[in-house]
């Protein structure tokens, strides 16, 4: 199986030279299969090879390898770093950021080294690339260590190294490969190759890839042909040729919920891949729309061909996700936020970026209505900083517990070490109110976006006596649409009657008139309005604060609604000298123009007269007696009179 192996690498690495009948035969001096290794540890998750070429499974060190045989001999060297790990049939890789570079020790000039991987090394020292891919073949130039250098999680499967078995009767020679453009201008410098008389040979595939120089770009035409080498290196000459390439513009848009958004423009080559970055969610008419990421690692990134002039991109998949958002942004659009340095945000968030309040000051985010609500984010970069949100004074706390604080701990929303989703615990808004960000200084972390779902309403309760009445004055505006308990009203006065009218709605800090619909004892949960105009033609005036009222106040008598004996009704506050009448916080009373001002006024629940007397006098009783009107009657005839506050029928 492995002889088999090494037949079709050796026979892709003759390819890759351009080599297509050769004198000279290539052995292998050196060669390791990780794959085959990693079948080996087939139970382990990873396999750390050290620094001193030793094979490290968990916290076990599995002893020197031989070549060929565990893994490595004296020849593979570690230049930088550890956590090179062997992921069991996947090969070999380095979980580092930004990667790391390995080398080959003991290397002769000539030999080629053949890498086959899942994406291309870059040259490190002391080599030439002439093939490129995902099978790399290099040439060393001197005799020693070469170097490599690999990206973060690029697998390494197979390393070959050989070189050629001369006959000792073949002629060494150079060859040259030339890049010029259609006007037999050079573009590149020339690739001279050592080789030997009589060989066929032509440029490598990875030679007529386009390349980049002077802000220009070029792609390959003709010239790629076979040619016999002579003694005479002056016409041992390959001469491929070149177009510039065009410049092509390119629009990306996001389709979500029929609605087209363009996120980016630009322009690039052609045939060059483009990356873009899109926004995770959309907020459409309080829905939430959500585009998952591409690939294992979360990468919020779009990645096309630019394959023609004006080319239009769109980017679908958005699915709804949740309803009832009153609220999202993208952490770097909000206003006062500072655009986060953490590692990897580009790929790893959200629109590609990340944001941290970076002031002395918290930030606003936004301001919300009285409601009960959910708060939504995400947040990147090393682990160890809490982001606090507060609305108003008060710490809004997540809902999900931090492993990487004490155990059990929850309320944080921190960082991690990697990108994590959080969600806060249900909080309640009795007022309007601005939900901030504290100040977090490091910005290596961020915040990638915030959204906020409303969860439902934020009540207030409020209760009725036996008395089956009670003035009312809220703090915060409230909505009795719904209320089927108690209802709200208004009053107005006019003369000595004053009329009940019953409302929908109560602004924050205007009195009113409970009335209990059954007549008895009661408490109701009444939903906080986001906001209510002051009912007009209202009368009552509401106390946030313990006041104390007296009987009269300039022009106006002031009556209170309290309960004597079996009667409840309205009656004057107290005489200043009586020290006055004390009304509690969230209570109301009535200003009557003195003028006004009666032993009895009609009290009308919309349009129906309920008692006579319902205001009444609060002063000492004097047996006098008064008609309907008030006026005071020396000797009443048949009919309904008011007596020491009291109604009285004279037959």
Sequence with gaps: ??????????????????????????????????????????????????????????????????????????????????????????????????????????????????????????????????????????????????????????????????????????????YTIKFVDQSNNTIKEDIQIESHIGEEVSASESMLNSFNTDDKKYIYVSGNNTITLVEDTEQNIITLIFREAATWNYTVNTVVAGNTNKIAEGSDFEEEIAYVNYPRYYNIDGILYSHEAKGNNGYYSHSFTIKSNNQIENINGYQAVKENIVYYNEAESINGLTMSSAANSDIRCSNGKCAYNANEEAVAIVTLPAGKYRLYTSIWGSAGTEFIFKANDVKIESSYICSDKDPGTSGLFASKGYIQDYESKEFTLSTETAITLETTTDGSRGIDFIYIQRTGDATETVSVTDAGMATYCPAVALDFTGATKIAAYKASVSGNTVTLTKVSTVAAGEGVLLRALNDAATTEDIVIAAEAERNAGNDFTGVQAETTLNETDGEYTNYVLSKEGETVGFFKARPEADGGTKLAAGKAYLKVLTTNAAKGIKVIFDGETTGIGTIKDNTAKDNAIYNLNGQRVASPSKGLYIMNGKKIIVK
């Design 1 to 174: 199986m492995k002889r088999n192996l090494l037949k079709t690498l050796l026979v892709a690495v003759g390819l890759a030279m351009g080599v297509t009948n050769m004198s000279a035969a290539l052995k292998t001096v050196w060669s390791i299969d990780f794959t085959e290794i990693g079948k080996k540890y087939s139970d382990k998750t990873g396999i750390t090879i050290l620094t001193d070429n030793t094979i490290n499974v968990g916290n076990t060190v599995l002893g020197t390898c031989k070549a060929n045989e565990d893994v490595l001999d004296t020849k593979f060297l570690l230049q930088t770093g550890t956590n090179w790990l062997l992921r069991q049939s996947n090969g070999l890789y380095q979980a580092n950021s930004g990667g790391r570079a390995f080398g080959l020790s003991d290397c002769k000039k000539g030999q080629k080294i053949t890498i086959e991987a899942t994406g291309a090394p870059t040259i490190g020292s002391n080599l030439t690339e002439e093939s490129s891919g995902n099978t790399s073949v290099f040439t060393v130039q001197e005799d020693g260590a070469v170097k490599f250098n690999f990206p973060r999680y690029l697998y390494i499967k197979r390393i070959i190294v050989e070189e050629n078995e001369i006959s000792e009767d073949a002629k060494p020679t150079t």
